[in-house]
């Protein structure tokens, strides 16, 4: 399988700020993503999910988009605080048929 | 409602020896996933089971293998351990094969 090495892409952000964090997925036949929060030595919390048949989903602070043009899948926190930084990553399957596919993630630092 | 829960929590183990991990899905969650972490890398897919049977395997060797039992609970078994092996090993369960709902983990030490 795909490994990333040490060194994941980091974002930081200010208290306050927004936040967008950035896939781009692999198989254009995915119809079902997920972005899942980890933080460390804990195992990744579901965030927020959208099916292909949507562009956009909201839930409470966050915010997901889907592009399946270009594949790309974005995650948008908004009034980013410092209980958010973790490892942020996103995940897609063929619904029913494959296991999930994990993007490489990003680490979100969040500024006080 | 109780998520999904993993033991040990810590396991030592030296090379050459066998290691069991365990996985206890949510209640009405047909399908147990497996996932291995190394430090600072990202989720690489072992083993899915669901109603008991192995769905799909990821690019490992047959010493990583499992099973799940007739409650839903899954073990996974690593034999002849190599030092490469030492990860966080994380279970997931659902009740379709979409939405995966992660446990804490077990961290597998290999010496």
């Known amino acids: 399988g795909e490994s990333v090495g040490l060194h994941l892409p980091t974002l930081s952000v200010q208290e306050g700020d927004n936040s967008i964090i950035n896939c781009a997925y692999s198989n254009s036949a995915s119809d079902y993503f997920i972005w899942y929060k980890q933080e460390s030595g804990k195992g990744p919390q579901f965030i927020i999910d959208?099916?292909?048949?949507?562009d956009k989903r909201q839930g409470q602070r966050v915010t997901v988009l889907l592009n399946k043009t270009v594949k790309h899948l974005s995650l948008q926190i908004a009034a980013t605080q410092p209980g958010d930084s973790a490892v942020y990553f996103c995940?897609?399957?063929?619904?029913?048929?494959?296991?999930?596919?994990f993007g490489k993630g990003t680490r979100l630092s969040v500024i006080a | 409602e109780a998520g999904v829960t993993q033991s040990p929590t810590h396991l030592i183990k030296t090379r050459g020896q066998q290691a069991t991990l365990r996985c206890s899905p949510i209640s009405g969650h047909t399908s147990v996933y497996w996932y291995q972490q190394a430090l600072g890398l990202g989720l690489q897919f072992l083993l899915w089971y669901d109603e008991g049977e192995e769905r799909n395997r990821g690019n490992f060797p047959p010493r990583f293998s499992g099973r799940q039992f007739p409650n839903y609970s899954s073990e996974l078994n690593v034999n002849a351990l190599e030092l490469e092996d030492s990860a966080l090993y994380l279970c997931?369960?659902?009740?379709?094969?979409?939405?995966?709902?992660f446990g804490p983990g077990t961290r597998l030490t290999v010496l």
């Open positions: 959208i099916r292909s048949n949507m």
């Open positions: 997931a369960s659902s009740l379709r094969a979409d939405t995966q709902y």
């Open positions: 995940a897609e399957t063929l619904s029913g048929n494959t296991p999930l596919v």
